[in-house]
T-cell receptor, first 112, second 116 residues
């Protein structure tokens, strides 16, 4: 069965520093991987997805994610964090047989 | 703005009551997905409709039901409400059926249900 794990409930970084939000997955077949962000009292906003091809995927708001097949990971990264990046981040996975499954979410706090 | 709309934004009701949540997908999208987000359960997939037909079922209680109408909007019906049903309910839409495609799910702003 497919699954996705976000090992950190909370990530704290200082503004201007690089950030990483971790995600690992388990699927049969080739994965489709997604990152979403949720701001308070808002719906989930799509950031980026990996389907195939280049392992480094660029998305909205300066975010990027690196697909690593050998480590079954899809970590979200940003070179320089902003206070406005503070939000809840969800990783999700879908394989060719199943529907989307979301991780538990990681709360990112960027401090000035 | 994702293009997915949900009404109402907030709903406050009492235990034992029944409510209906409404979702309109993005223009051209045929699939609608319903999710429940609560503090202790995270984001839980409830059910998916594709072009009017139920396509996939997740952790949906028997007290809950949904349908998708010919104009592709969807309604989620929650009955015999309990305190534990208090949560954010989101819908999302995709162009295709999902499952065999790389379609991105676009989410609506959600309906916050409070059961007192």
């Amino acid at each position: 069965a497919q699954s996705v794990a976000q090992p950190e409930d909370q990530v704290n970084v200082a503004e201007g520093n690089p950030l990483t939000v971790k995600c690992t997955y388990s699927v049969s077949g080739n994965p489709y991987l997604f990152w979403y962000v949720q701001y308070p009292n808002r719906g989930l906003q799509f950031l980026l997805k990996y389907i195939t091809g280049d392992n480094l995927v660029k998305g909205s708001y300066g975010f990027e994610a690196e697909f690593n097949k050998s480590q079954t990971s899809f970590h979200l990264k940003k070179p320089s964090a902003l206070v406005s990046d503070s939000a809840l981040y969800f990783c999700a996975v879908r394989d060719i047989k199943n529907d989307m499954r979301f991780g538990a979410g990681t709360r990112l706090t960027v401090k000035p | 703005d994702s293009g997915v709309t949900q009404t109402p934004k907030h709903l406050i009701t009492a235990t034992g009551q029944r409510v209906t949540l409404r979702c309109s997908p993005r223009s051209g999208d045929l699939s609608v997905y319903w999710y429940q987000q609560s503090l202790d359960q995270g984001l839980q997939f409830l059910i998916q409709y594709y072009n009017g037909e139920e396509r996939a079922k997740g952790n949906i209680l028997e007290r809950f039901s949904a349908q998708q109408f010919p104009d592709l909007h969807s309604e989620l019906n929650l009955s015999s409400l309990e305190l534990g049903d208090s949560a954010l309910y989101f819908c999302a839409s995709t162009r295709g059926r999902g499952g065999t495609s790389s379609d991105t799910q676009y989410f609506g702003p959600g309906t916050r249900l409070t059961v007192l």
